[in-house]
């Protein structure tokens, strides 16, 4: 694996983390609610932390600061992407 291959690993697992973990919160609501996304900003980026954490503590793995940021990207980058698509599903329901 190429150097630094493993940041980009880090960063779509926790953008679909993110996804899922919105749209989990987000499910059979009519509205989005700024304060979802907050939570799933904090919450996803508190698994990361605690994830890095623990693998420090792994024999062969090991913790990055890299990877921290990897994940907080992520974790931001699908908050926002569900966002925006829950926003639109909505704007059009109301046009419906």
């Known amino acids: 694996m190429p150097p630094g ?9 926790y953008t679909v983390l993110a996804l899922l973990f919105y749209r989990g919160l987000v499910y059979g609501r009519r509205s989005i609610g700024n304060l979802i996304a907050g939570v799933v900003v904090i919450a996803g980026s508190g698994i990361a ?10 024999p062969g793995r090991d ?34």
Do not use: N
């Open 63 to 96: 913790s990055s600061f890299f990877d921290l940021v990897a994940d907080f990207s992520g974790v931001i980058t699908g908050t926002v992407i569900y966002y925006f698509i829950r926003r639109h599903m909505i704007k059009r329901r109301k046009e419906l």
């Open 5 to 13: 291959s493993d940041k980009v690993i880090h960063y779509f697992e």
């Open 49 to 58: 932390l605690m994830d890095e954490f623990y693998q420090s503590f792994i």
